[in-house]
Nanobody, 124 residues
Framework: QVQLVESGGGLVQAGGSLRLSCAAS????????MGWFRQAPGKEREFVSS????????LYADSVKGRFTISRDYAKNTVYLQMNSLKPEDTAVYYC?????????????????WGQGTQVTVSS
């Protein structure tokens, strides 16, 4: 059974940084695709970033390019999202997700496994 557990959220001032972690367990994730999504109140869940576990290939939403960095640690079975130069509009619940199939990695629908989410609040 796949489990994804996020941590690292919190309250930060605009311009600050946070690092989110997603600890994965229950499977060998070398063939998986891992994603970060976020959802602000009253808005749909949106893609933030993804990483292909085997190759390290990454994707980013335009809104976070140059500010966020996704990475993975094989030994710890953990995916990270380093968030720098945070803005108030980055405020949301951030979710880690995993899928086995390639395709449109920016869409949430084909991710079969989700964490519980971690709140990120950026004050102005």
């Amino acid at each position: 059974q796949v489990q994804l557990v996020e941590s690292g959220g919190g309250l930060v001032q605009a311009g600050g940084s946070l690092r989110l972690s997603c600890a994965a367990s229950g499977r060998t994730f070398s063939t998986y695709y891992m994603g970060w999504f976020r959802q602000a109140p009253g808005k749909e869940r949106e893609f933030v970033s993804s990483i292909t576990w085997s190759t390290g290939s990454t994707l980013y939403a335009d809104s976070v390019k140059g500010r966020f960095t996704i990475s993975r640690d094989y030994a710890k079975n953990t995916v990270y999202l380093q968030m720098n130069s945070l803005k108030p509009e980055d405020t949301a619940v951030y979710y880690c997700a995993a899928r086995q199939s390639p395709g449109r990695l920016t869409l949430p629908y084909n991710y079969g496994y989700w964490g519980q989410g971690t709140q990120v609040t950026v004050s102005s």
